[in-house]
């Protein structure tokens, strides 16, 4: 696609539910990021892909959160037994490298836990 | 600790006006400093970056800004507002690899008719 897409939108979950966020990046860009960003704060770094690999996956915040890109190209955010704090939008950036100092946003996808 | 402040939450100002964007940084090892903008409805964007070299940097939508490694800043500016710049802007600092940024908390730009 032209640009970086993420699904859904919008999100409204249960406290305890487990919640899935997709983020299909450009073509051809081998890198993938995952980004949370809370009201009123800058984004908060969750977990670098290189290719199908987590090359880091330092930002995740427990054991709750998981991410795959089994094919190098679309990633899934797994949240499992979503708490309230979890409550904010989640960004997925790509870039061709990971050098390139250019970040492609998408427009993130917003998670409430009710 | 490593650490990006922008220090105006929000910022007003009249269309045709000049705008400046502060941002200062506490980072270990030399800084790579960005600037994107969010805009409603949409993803984050890259308005520009420094690297090295001059530090007065251009960028996008007649934006730029300068590098001040001995205030630990890098301002972001433009010398006439539209009104379609109204979005929130945000300063990052990182290693040249694009993960691990540390973002500032934003500064939200109001334009005034």
């Known amino acids: 696609g032209a640009g970086v897409s993420q699904t859904p939108s919008n999100k409204v979950t249960e406290k305890g539910k487990y919640v899935e966020l997709r983020c299909d990046p450009i073509?051809?860009?081998?890198?993938l990021y995952w980004y949370r960003q809370s009201l009123g704060q800058g984004p908060e770094f969750l977990i670098y892909?290189?290719?199908?690999?987590?090359?880091?996956d330092s930002g995740l915040p427990n054991d709750r959160f998981f991410a795959v890109r089994p094919e190098g190209s679309v990633s899934t955010l797994k949240i499992q037994r979503t708490e309230r704090g979890d409550s904010a939008v989640y960004l997925c950036?790509?870039?061709?490298?990971?050098?390139?100092?250019?970040?492609?946003f998408g427009e993130g996808s917003r998670l409430t836990v009710l | 600790a490593q650490s990006v402040t922008q220090p105006d939450i929000h910022i007003t100002v009249s269309e045709g006006a000049s705008l400046e964007l502060r941002c200062n940084y506490s980072?270990?090892?030399?800084?790579?400093l960005f600037w994107y903008v969010q805009s409603p409805g949409q993803g984050l964007q890259l308005l520009l970056k420094?690297?090295?070299?001059d530090t007065l940097v251009q960028g996008i939508k007649g934006f730029e800004a300068e590098f001040k490694r001995s205030q630990s800043s890098f301002n972001l500016r433009k010398p006439s507002v539209h009104w379609s710049d109204a979005a929130e802007y945000f300063c990052?600092?990182?290693?040249?690899?694009?993960?691990?940024?540390?973002w500032g908390a934003g500064t939200k730009l109001i334009i005034k008719p």
């Open positions: 950036a790509s870039s061709l490298t990971s050098n390139t100092g250019e970040l492609f």
């Open positions: 990052a600092v990182g290693a040249r690899s694009n993960y691990q940024l540390i």
């Open positions: 073509s051809g860009h081998t890198a």
């Open positions: 892909f290189q290719g199908t690999g987590a090359a880091d």
């Open positions: 980072y270990g090892a030399t800084p790579y």
């Open positions: 420094y690297f090295s070299g």
